[in-house]
């Protein structure tokens, strides 16, 4: 798994790549087939007051390309609230391979019996 952790406007410290990584290992531990991650941390200078902090994830498996991204004031909460949702789009996709929607033949042979 190649992992790559950047920031745009933003010195990423051993502390934000450590949590970032903590972050990960459950996303990682749901889904092992992860190929490639990407990670971009950002700050947008929308006014004086007015800081958003970003944080976006592309997540390469097999077969798939998953983005998410979010926005809010404080660092680590993008984070959290990024870590959620890649969290349920990696959950869903697992169930998607999964299922496959159909009957086995051994199956469908012993119902038409």
């Given amino acids: 798994m190649n992992l790559t952790i950047s920031g ?3 010195e990423v410290t ?3 790549r450590e949590y970032v ?3 990960l290992d459950r996303v990682t531990r749901h889904f092992d087939q992860v190929v490639d991650i990407n ?3 950002s700050v947008e200078k929308l006014k ?3 800081r958003r902090q970003k944080a976006e994830v592309t997540l390469h498996v097999k ?3 998953i983005f998410v991204e979010n926005s809010h004031e404080d660092l680590y909460a993008a984070i959290d609230q ?3 949702k890649l969290d349920r789009q990696v959950c869903r996709h697992k169930d998607r391979i999964n299922d496959h ?3 086995a033949p051994k199956r469908m042979d012993a119902t038409t019996s």
């Fill in 82 to 84: 990024l870590m959620d």
């Fill in 8 to 10: 745009h406007h933003l």
């Fill in 21 to 23: 990584l903590t972050k």
């Fill in 14 to 16: 051993p502390a934000l």
């Fill in 39 to 41: 990670v971009l941390l």
């Fill in 101 to 103: 929607h159909h009957v």
């Fill in 63 to 65: 077969g798939k390309d």
């Fill in 48 to 50: 004086e007051k007015e």
